[in-house]
């Protein structure tokens, strides 16, 4: 039996890098996006109630296809086995900029 794939994405939005888990990565839908479909959130059963992963959840619900800009993706990394989800705040210590998404707009 073919094992699914899963992949692990992390993004820039809102001055925070999200990293969350997926089943399909596309990059032919829309010119300057990368498609991911398919987001992968731990199940109801879990005794333990992750946050993040519950605010995730909620955020994303309903939604089939996310539509990232090229600009805002960090990496992508295909995995064997998920993790939790994870939202950090990019804080004036990092390393990381965060690029307009406009040209003349404002960091």
Do not use: W
Not at 8 to 28: F, S
Not at 42 to 58: A, F, G, H, N, W
Not at 76 to 85: F, G, N, T, Y
Not at 87 to 103: F, R, Y
């Amino acid at each position: 039996m073919k094992q699914k794939r899963l992949y692990r994405i992390n993004y820039i939005t809102n001055k925070e890098v999200y990293e969350l888990y997926a089943e399909g990565v596309n990059t032919q839908d829309m010119l300057g996006f990368i498609s991911i479909s398919g987001l992968v959130f731990d199940q109801q059963s879990k005794v333990v109630i992750d946050p993040i992963e519950e605010r995730l959840k909620t955020e994303f619900k309903g939604v089939k296809t996310l539509h990232l800009p090229l600009q805002n993706i960090l990496k992508i990394e295909e995995v064997e086995q998920k993790k939790s989800c994870k939202i950090k705040s990019l804080n004036h210590d990092s390393n990381l900029t965060v690029l307009p998404n406009q040209p003349g707009s404002k960091p």
